[in-house]
């Protein structure tokens, strides 16, 4: 269903202790096993909703836009992009729906300033990405 990720960055970090988490994030990818991959994308898209958030209820509309625009890409760039329709047949089409549908929602709560939008984005795939921590969890350790 999910073809191999590629590293790229999300987003861009200045200052010293940035540099160090970005190193930290880049050498975790290099290590990381496919399912890692998506596992981690996973996680930098709640992690950008929450910046969002956060963002939002301070007025931070700057803030607000790049953390939305890190997940639209988390999600297009990251998620949609290795998803594998040969192999994943229907379940593959299903989720290039959904995140198809998670683009256009973040979209909608950027231009709405609209928090229950972002509410809507992560109860979306957080079901995902809990059942993509289970299928992990019973892989063997040479999948992992």
Avoid at 23 to 40: D, Q
Avoid at 71 to 82: F, H, N, P, Q
Avoid at 91 to 109: G, W
């Amino acid at each position: 269903m999910f073809t191999s990720a590629h590293s790229s960055p999300f987003g861009r970090a200045g200052g010293m202790a940035s540099a160090y988490a970005r190193v930290g994030v880049e050498t975790s990818v290099e290590a990381a096993s496919p399912h890692r991959l998506i596992a981690l994308l996973f996680d930098g898209y709640m992690d950008a909703l929450a910046a969002a958030r956060g963002a939002l209820r301070q007025g931070q509309v700057e803030a607000k836009g790049k953390a939305i625009s890190r997940a639209a890409r988390i999600v297009d760039e990251g998620l949609k992009a290795s998803l594998n329709f040969a192999e994943g047949g229907q379940l593959a089409e299903d989720l290039r729906s959904l995140y198809e549908y998670l683009a256009l929602r973040l979209t909608q709560a950027n231009l709405r300033n609209d928090e229950s939008i972002l509410d809507e984005c992560v109860s979306l795939v957080e079901p995902l990405r809990a059942a993509w921590r289970e299928i992990g969890s019973r892989a063997p350790a040479h999948a992992n």
